[in-house]
């Protein structure tokens, strides 16, 4: 009895910590609102990034199934859905990607981190923003069909890549939003939880339509390299990553993955 007592405990424990760590993912990754009265554990909260981006791409996916049963035009359809991702966001990962485009347009590689601290945006920043959603509405508008999949699988993967960032390269900088995420001594094994869940929601479009296979797998692999080769790309610019970068990560994973997608969907 003391046994069955004393391992009750010990999940009541768990489940508390792992609420109290996705409160805190959510209040810090989103502008959702959380109740005053909830526990945030932020430490650990980058490994449950992937989780919250699947949240967000499920948000944005009944939204644009509810403004496609009130008969919206697909086009300002499609700029609403990314509207709406960036204000879920608080702009968090847009202001990141920005702050980057300004600091890799600077030609003396000492002065980057000292530009992408500014606060000011500039003229390569602002071009960065534009690009990004320009990039992401008109992909978005060429997917016909499986929009909300497509919404949720560069969330997550976008955000999986952001995973990969903080756990293979240095940060470069002692503080900021992103020196929480180093601190949290993460590891390798901590990207294989959201990795299944990713790979998942591309085995569930063969499950939805088997005659999809070469989307699916395009899904899943392009999802990966993309997300990957894109925290690599900022790793060779700088030597490392800020907070910044891992917003940059997010924002061009997307991007450029809704890009793939608008390819290999079906229309």
């Not at 609420?19 to 810090?28: G, N, R, S, Y």
């Not at 609102?33 to 526990?39: E, G, L, N, R, Y």
């Not at 939204?63 to 496609?68: A, P, V």
């Amino acid at each position: 009895m003391t046994k069955n007592k004393h391992w009750s405990k010990q999940v009541f424990r768990f489940w508390q910590q792992q609420t109290a760590t996705l409160a805190a993912a959510i209040a810090f990754y989103t502008c959702l609102p959380v109740p005053s009265s909830w526990t945030l554990a932020f430490r650990g909260i980058a490994r449950l990034a992937p989780v919250i981006g699947l949240m967000i791409g499920g948000m944005l996916g009944l939204l644009d199934s509810g403004l496609q049963l009130l008969g919206m035009p697909v086009l300002t359809q499609s700029v609403l859905v990314i509207l709406a991702g960036i204000a879920l966001t608080g702009g968090l990962h847009l202001d990141g990607a920005m702050d980057t485009a300004d600091g890799l347009a600077t030609p003396d590689p000492k002065r980057r981190l000292e530009v992408m601290s500014d606060s000011l945006t500039g003229a390569f920043g602002a071009m960065a923003a534009v690009a990004i959603i320009l990039l992401k509405t008109a992909a978005l508008h060429d997917i016909q069909s499986h929009r909300w999949l497509a919404l949720m699988a560069v969330a997550g993967w976008g955000r999986w890549g952001q995973l990969v960032a903080i756990i293979c390269y240095p940060y470069l900088k002692p503080t900021g939003k992103g020196a929480i995420h180093k601190e949290s001594n993460l590891s390798a094994r901590d990207l294989i939880p959201g990795l299944l869940l990713l790979l998942g929601l591309s085995g569930f479009l063969l499950i939805l339509d088997s005659d999809r296979w070469l989307m699916s797998v395009g899904m899943a692999f392009g999802g990966g390299a993309i997300a990957v080769l894109t925290g690599a790309w900022f790793n060779y610019k700088l030597g490392g990553h800020t907070g910044d970068t891992y917003g940059a990560v997010v924002e061009w994973t997307e991007a450029l993955l809704l890009c793939l997608l608008a390819g290999i969907f079906p229309k």
